[in-house]
T-cell receptor
Framework: DTAVSQTPKYLVTQMGNDKSIKCEQNLGHDTMYWYKQDSKKFLKIMFSYNNKELIINETVPNRFSPKSPDKAHLNLHINSLELGDSAVYFC?????????????FGPGTRLTVT | AQTVTQSQPEMSVQEAETVTLSCTYDTSESDYYLFWYKQPPSRQMILVIRQEAYKQQNATENRFSVNFQKAAKSFSLKISDSQLGDAAMYFCAAMNRDDKIIFGKGTRLHILP
């Protein structure tokens, strides 16, 4: 009965590889997000989708591409992984895109690029 | 399992007044960190303040301070002299030694001019 789930929880890979992180929410929410948390615990928004439509696309290298097959899923695909991509990536969802709506966070995916 | 609860979905405060945002958490760990993040309309999450559980002294950062009650597992954020720029969503979070961080659902803070 997990509200927001992410897979995998841990991902260790080599530079240059392509990897995907999956996110699913069973809350019926319209909006989903991807955040990147760096080693200093700063959490930066990367993307936001509302009903499968991209509404926020921050300055992120185009090696990162979000994909939303339906409104319950928002996957993050990363091409040509670099050392600096190592971080914890959080998925979140909210009932709508407005800032007044609470967000439900997933458990995070720790990506380590070697 | 570790949980973080913010019981106030929304709060309002008059400019220049003081407001306290509540947060309770549940963990079986003895060593952990607690955080408050601010999310303004830009959607970026800004780390406001952090507290190490082993420190008894409450953390302070300018107008922001916390009331850390370890026995009660309470970690409230006090904002003094509220300013219009403080309007945002505020997230409480807890992190264990294994670096796993859990977020609360957020409290929307309105500043009334």
């Amino acid at each position: 009965d997990t509200a927001v789930s992410q897979t995998p929880k841990y991902l260790v890979t080599q530079m240059g590889n392509d990897k995907s992180i999956k996110c699913e929410q069973n809350l019926g929410h319209d909006t989903m997000y991807w955040y990147k948390q760096d080693s200093k615990k700063f959490l930066k928004i990367m993307f936001s989708y509302n009903n499968k439509e991209l509404i926020i696309n921050e300055t992120v290298p185009n090696r990162f591409s979000p994909k939303s097959p339906d409104k319950a899923h928002l996957n993050l695909h990363i091409n040509s992984l670099e050392l600096g991509d190592s971080a914890v990536y959080f998925c979140a969802s909210s009932p709508a895109g407005g800032l007044s709506y609470e967000q439900y966070f997933g458990p995070g995916t720790r990506l380590t690029v070697t | 399992a570790q949980t973080v609860t913010q019981s106030q979905p929304e709060m309002s405060v008059q400019e220049a007044e003081t407001v306290t945002l509540s947060c309770t958490y549940d963990t079986s760990e003895s060593d952990y960190y607690l955080f408050w993040y601010k999310q303004p309309p830009s959607r970026q999450m800004i780390l406001v303040i952090r507290q190490e559980a082993y420190k008894q002294q409450n953390a302070t950062e300018n107008r922001f301070s916390v009331n850390f009650q370890k026995a009660a597992k309470s970690f409230s954020l006090k904002i003094s002299d509220s300013q219009l720029g403080d309007a945002a969503m505020y997230f409480c979070a807890a992190m264990n030694r294994d670096d796993k961080i859990i977020f609360g659902k957020g409290t929307r803070l309105h500043i009334l001019p």
